[in-house]
Nanobody, 123 residues
């Protein structure tokens, strides 16, 4: 069974940085793709980024491209979302997700979800 534990949210001023972590436990993670999503009150869930365990290939939504970077640490079974140049509009609850299917990186369909972590960017 896949379990995802997210950490690293918090409050930061505009222009600042935060790093989110998602610890993966379960079957062989190397075949999985990990995704990052965000959602705020009254807003649709937004697919932000994805990374493959196997080759660390990544996908980013246009809204975060150039500011957010996803990486993985195989030894720690953990993926990260480094968020730089944060803006107030990045304020949301951020989620980590996982899937074990061979679809394109930009596909937003995921099977397993971690809990959310609040990211608040003050102006």
């Amino acid at each position: 069974q896949v379990q995802l534990v997210v950490s690293g949210g918090g409050l930061v001023q505009a222009g600042g940085s935060l790093r989110l972590s998602c610890a993966f436990s379960g079957p062989t993670f190397s075949t999985f793709t990990m995704g990052w999503f965000r959602q705020g009150p009254g807003k649709e869930r937004e697919f932000v980024a994805a990374i493959k365990w196997s080759d660390a290939s990544t996908y980013y939504a246009n809204s975060v491209k150039g500011r957010f970077t996803s990486s993985r640490d195989n030894a720690k079974n953990t993926v990260y979302l480094q968020m730089n140049s944060l803006k107030p509009e990045d304020t949301d609850v951020y989620y980590c997700a996982a899937r074990n299917s061979a679809v394109r990186l930009s596909d937003p369909r995921y099977n397993y979800w971690g809990q959310g972590t609040q990211v608040t960017v003050s102006s």
